[in-house]
Structure formats: structure tokens, C-alpha cells
């Protein structure tokens, strides 16, 4: 299957800091990714789909000032959370499209553990 | 909405056949079934797709009945590392504007 990485895999911040997350697509190009946050026992929940080149679209309750996302290229969208707090301490997954012929599969990173303190 | 309903918790003997299986009596003609897994503290993996045909590939195999209304995904060997949060996921082939969705799942625990 695809590959889609990120990074870091976890991070440890202070209150009121940013964190800047990055999420690529290794062996295929993805039009569209997608970033998930995961609280524990939990599923997944989508925060915003990313579109290359163009702003993400955010799910409602997701704020679009404090999760900051930039896909600037087919292959790299990247997560900047702005001014952490405690409560966005969570698991972040990025997801990216890849289109086989006339099917289309979605390819999830690792995940990035975020801890702030 | 819920698509699909799946049993919150299944265990099988690691070595045996584990058979999950998904309901999703709403599916649209042009809608696929999806499997996931969710590893602890991994990203999902990807598992198999299907339309109406039974798929197999190098993980599991997937059976949809006919009437497409259910599914049961099959790991014909279970070993320990398959213990996960499986997802039954329906959805278009091009996603197009729908969004990968995930429910509850059935956590699956290989028994040694």
C-alpha cells in the first residue's frame, strides 16, 4: 500500500506555544489529505480536509485560526497548532488520497502524539 | 448517522479464523465497503476494499452477501499482532466530496 508519513512522532510543548506538524505522501501524489485528532478510547475524529493549494475546509467545531493548515504541495500538508493548551493535548493522524485507476484509497500517517503542558 | 454497525468487542484463538462481521442495510449502489484497523497508538492501516465481489488480497479476505446489506472480513490466520480496532467504513469508490468517517469499530483481541 501507499506510504504516508509524519512528523515528529510526538511532541512535548508548553502552554501557549506552537507546534507544527508534517505530513507526507511518500510514493504517490495526493490531491487531498485530511487531518484527524483521536482523544483516548476514542475514534477518529476528521478536523479539516486539505486541498492542494487551495484554504482546508474545517468541520464545524474546529477552529480554522487555531489549527493552522498549509498544503503547498501533491505530496506535503502540514499542522500548525497555535497557542497550545493543555486541552489539545491529543493524537493527530494525517490522511492522504491516492487514486488507482478509477477507485480512490485513503492512506493514514503514524500518527503525532501531542503533549502540552 | 451511523452507516454501519459492528460489535464493540470480539476475541479469537491466535491461529484460528477471525471472522468480523459489519451490517450497513443502508449502502448505496455505488457505495464501497472499507476495512481499517487501528493498531494502539498507530495511524489505521488500510485493510481491503469491495464492491459486491468477494476480494482477497495478502491481509484478509473480504465476503459481502448478496444482497449487500452485510460483510464479514476474514483473517484466515490470526496471530497476535492482529489484535486492533477494526472499522467498517461504507463509501463511494471517488470519494468525490464524502468523507472517510469513522464508528466505534470492533476491538479484536487474539487470544494465545
Known amino acids: 500500500g501507499a506510504v504516508v508519513s509524519q512528523h515528529p512522532s510526538w511532541v512535548i510543548c508548553k502552554s501557549g506555544t506552537s507546534v507544527k506538524i508534517e505530513c507526507r505522501s511518500l510514493d504517490f501524489q495526493a490531491t487531498t489529505m485530511f487531518w484527524y485528532r483521536q482523544f483516548p478510547k476514542q475514534s477518529l475524529m476528521l478536523m479539516a480536509t486539505s486541498n492542494e493549494g487551495s484554504k482546508a475546509t474545517y468541520e464545524q467545531g474546529v477552529e480554522k485560526d487555531k489549527f493552522l493548515i498549509n498544503h503547498a504541495s501533491l505530496t506535503l500538508s502540514t499542522l500548525t497548532v497555535t497557542s497550545a493548551h493543555p486541552e489539545d493535548s491529543s493524537f493527530y493522524i494525517c490522511?492522504?488520497?491516492?487514486?488507482?485507476?478509477?477507485?480512490?484509497?485513503?492512506?493514514f500517517g503514524p500518527g503525532t502524539r501531542l503533549l502540552v503542558l | 448517522d451511523a452507516k454501519t454497525t459492528q460489535p464493540p468487542s470480539m476475541d479469537c484463538a491466535e491461529g484460528r479464523a477471525a471472522n468480523l462481521p459489519c451490517n450497513h442495510s443502508t449502502i448505496s449502489g455505488n457505495e464501497y465497503v472499507y476495512w481499517y484497523r487501528q493498531i494502539h497508538s498507530q495511524g489505521p492501516q488500510y485493510i481491503i476494499h469491495?464492491?459486491?465481489n468477494n476480494e482477497t488480497n495478502e491481509m484478509a479476505s473480504l465476503i459481502i452477501t448478496e444482497d449487500r446489506k452485510s460483510s464479514t472480513l476474514i483473517l484466515p490466520h490470526a496471530t497476535l499482532r492482529d489484535t486492533a480496532v477494526y472499522y467498517c467504513?461504507?463509501?463511494?469508490?471517488?470519494?468525490?466530496?464524502?468523507?472517510?468517517?469513522f464508528g466505534t469499530g470492533t476491538r479484536l483481541t487474539i487470544i494465545p
Open positions: 467504513i461504507v463509501n463511494p469508490p471517488n470519494f468525490g466530496n464524502e468523507k472517510l468517517t
Open positions: 490522511s492522504a488520497r491516492s487514486a488507482r485507476g478509477s477507485q480512490e484509497t485513503q492512506y
Open positions: 469491495g464492491l459486491k
